[in-house]
């Protein structure tokens, strides 16, 4: 904690600071999948690139409205601020409060600019307020950070019915965003792994390749492999932390230009129409007695018989680690006979091993500061759930 003395010793800046593209421009910490905090080096030339690529995809006046719903620990909010100043729109940052349901806040500010985790769009469905036609002022639809699902983009279409609706992905190792997919009507009719819409092709000046565990390159459509990332946004590695940065930052023979390329740890396929679907990360499938499973195609599964509702399947562990059972949370109260009804429906789609050994109702999803699902603690609570 800095002190009053300690303020009066700073040394004042009377002239901007002249800085060079490969100073550090912020470092944001970030937990991602292991829940062990890593600070990121982003560079000032990484996050000029991300600008310089968005900027053509996105036609508006100066003057419009950008939503602002991202914490600023949470990196979406470094693309929210600098774009919108970028283009000369007007940045609306939303109260805790509103983001709860923002729906109103959204007609009251005629926000042009949307930009949120899917979880947030999903509790307007999930209170009723994502009706048709209901954000007319909205030109451009932008979800992030989670898997977005088509059932979801359909809704929030109908709600927003003049506007591009996408879906971006990028961790903050790649500076925000690196992909991006505009979702179509035709979206309806392809058959996405467990519903999720792609997260597409490349922003300019970055290159994606998929590789085996061999890190191989993968050229076949529908062949999973981890998502490896090179180009201009991608970051400089972890903060006093070489050990990690030489793990996750690295170079590959096949690469004749020697470039750096980010391992996302994300499990990947290219489909027919050449763009890139997320299937997971590597380091969340589970296992039990011996057979290994995405939580995301169980949940797909539980989605699909409670239509308008979310499920979200944690696992319970024993001491050492090893997968007991299944827990699932659902925002729709289920009875026993709902259950068994659930229970024979997903029996083509999924093996009675891999069916959620508890049902729990929850009506509001915790989220973490950043707004994603707070995974961790709903996996914390489901061991008492279990003991019951």
């Known amino acids: 904690i800095k002190t009053a003395a300690d303020l009066n010793n700073l040394n004042i800046i009377k002239e901007p600071v002249t800085v060079r593209p490969s100073d550090n421009i912020y470092v944001m910490f970030t937990s991602g999948s292991t829940g062990k905090p890593k600070g990121v080096q982003v560079m000032h030339s990484n996050v000029a690139s991300l600008i310089i690529s968005l900027d053509p995809i996105y036609v508006i006046e100066p003057g419009y409205n950008s939503s602002q719903t991202f914490d600023l620990s949470f990196d979406p909010s470094v693309c929210d601020m600098f774009l919108t ?24 500010e005629k926000i042009n600019f949307w930009h949120s985790v899917p979880t947030l769009a999903n509790n307007i469905n999930r209170l009723g307020h994502l009706k048709d036609g209901v ?10 950070g989670e898997p977005f699902t088509v059932d ?51 922003f300019t000046n970055q290159r994606l390749k998929i590789i085996n565990k061999d890190d191989k390159i993968i050229s076949k459509n529908y062949k ?42 994300d499990l990947v396929l290219l489909n027919q129409d050449n763009n890139i679907e997320c299937i997971g990360r590597i380091d969340k499938q589970i296992k039990i007695s011996g057979r290994r499973i995405e939580l995301g195609e169980i949940e797909a599964a539980l989605r699909g018989q409670i239509k308008g509702y979310d499920a979200i399947v944690v696992p319970c562990k024993n ?50 500061i950043s707004g994603k699902i707070d995974r961790v603690l709903l996996e914390k609570k489901a061991i008492d759930y279990t003991r019951d």
């Open 85 to 108: 100043w970028y283009k000369g729109g007007c940045l609306c940052v939303l109260s805790e409060e509103e983001l709860y349901c923002p729906s109103e806040y959204i007609t009251r």
């Open 135 to 144: 954000f007319q002022s909205i030109k451009y639809s932008i979800f992030a």
């Open 152 to 202: 979801l983009a359909n809704n929030w279409a109908r709600a927003a019915p003049n506007s591009r609706v996408e879906n971006r992905y990028g961790p903050t190792e790649l500076t925000v965003d690196v992909t991006q997919h505009i979702f179509t009507p035709d979206d309806n009719y392809k058959n996405y792994n467990n519903g999720i819409l792609p997260i597409g092709t490349a």
């Open 224 to 265: 999973n492999g981890e998502l490896v990332v090179s180009g201009s946004q991608v970051t400089k590695g972890y903060l006093n932390d070489n050990k990690k940065t030489n793990q996750s930052f690295v170079r590959f023979k096949w690469d004749k230009n020697n470039h750096l390329w980010y391992r996302t740890g």
């Open 319 to 368: 001491k050492r680690g090893i997968v007991q059972s299944l827990v699932a949370y659902v925002t729709l109260d289920l009875s026993d006979e709902d259950i068994r009804v659930i229970r024979k429906s997903c029996a083509e789609k999924l093996e009675d091993l891999f069916f959620p050994k508890k049902f729990i109702y929850i009506k509001d999803i915790p989220t973490t």
